[in-house]
C-alpha cells in the first residue's frame, strides 16, 4: 500500500482556486452593476446638470425682463413698457389703460433686485423700490414682481391680476 505524503502546500491549492473564484464573481456583480446601472446615473446626472443651466438661464432671462421693464418705467416711457406686459394683461387692459395707472403715480427713484425663483412657466422676483412723492424718498421692501413666459418663450409682467 502506498501512502501518498501530503506536502504543506497542497492543502491550500483548493483555498487559492476558491478565493480567485469568489473574486472574481465580486468583480463580474461590480462591474455588471456599473455597465448596467451606470446608464441611469450618468442619464440622471446629466438631466440634473441641464435643469440646473437651464433654470439659471430662466433667472437671468426673468430679472432682465424686470430690470428692463422697471427702467422704463423710470425713464416715463411707459410706451415701451407696456410691450413688456403680458398677454392676458394687453387682453384686460390698453397701452392707453397702462400709461393712466402711472398719470398720479410717485416717481420711481431705484429698483433693487434681490431674489428670483423660477417654477416651469412662473417667476418671481422680489424687489426694493425707492419713490419720491413730494420731495420725500419712501421705501418699498420685499414687492413681489410675477412673470408668465409666454408662448414665444419670453418672460413677460403679470400687471393686472
Known amino acids: 500500500m502506498q501512502r501518498r505524503i501530503k506536502k504543506p502546500m497542497d492543502q491550500y491549492k483548493n483555498i487559492g482556486s476558491v478565493r480567485i473564484s469568489i473574486l472574481l464573481i465580486i468583480i463580474l456583480f461590480l462591474l455588471s452593476?456599473?455597465?448596467?446601472?451606470?446608464?441611469?446615473?450618468?442619464?440622471?446626472g446629466r438631466v440634473l446638470v441641464t435643469e440646473r443651466f437651464s433654470s439659471?438661464?430662466?433667472?437671468?432671462?426673468?430679472?432682465?425682463?424686470?430690470?428692463?421693464?422697471?427702467?422704463?418705467?423710470m425713464e416715463e416711457n411707459y410706451g415701451e413698457a407696456y410691450k413688456y406686459l403680458s398677454s392676458k394683461d394687453k387682453?384686460?387692459?390698453?397701452?392707453?389703460?397702462?400709461i393712466?395707472?402711472?398719470?398720479?403715480?410717485?416717481?420711481?427713484?431705484?429698483?433693487?433686485?434681490?431674489?428670483?425663483e423660477v417654477k416651469n412657466?412662473?417667476?418671481?422676483?422680489?424687489?426694493?423700490?425707492?419713490?419720491?412723492?413730494d420731495?420725500?424718498?419712501?421705501?418699498?421692501?420685499?414687492?413681489?414682481?410675477?412673470?408668465?413666459?409666454?408662448?414665444d418663450e419670453s418672460w413677460k409682467i403679470v400687471f393686472w391680476n
Open 135 to 151: 420731495d420725500e424718498e419712501k421705501m418699498y421692501k420685499d414687492i413681489e414682481v410675477s412673470l408668465i413666459k409666454e408662448e
Open 100 to 116: 393712466m395707472e402711472f398719470s398720479d403715480i410717485t416717481d420711481i427713484v431705484t429698483v433693487e433686485i434681490n431674489w428670483v
Open 121 to 133: 412657466n412662473i417667476a418671481l422676483v422680489g424687489i426694493d423700490i425707492i419713490d419720491n412723492y
Open 91 to 98: 387682453n384686460s387692459g390698453s397701452e392707453q389703460d397702462f
Open 33 to 44: 452593476g456599473v455597465l448596467f446601472g451606470g446608464c441611469s446615473i450618468i442619464d440622471n
Open 56 to 73: 439659471n438661464k430662466e433667472m437671468d432671462a426673468a430679472v432682465e425682463t424686470v430690470d428692463i421693464f422697471f427702467n422704463l418705467l
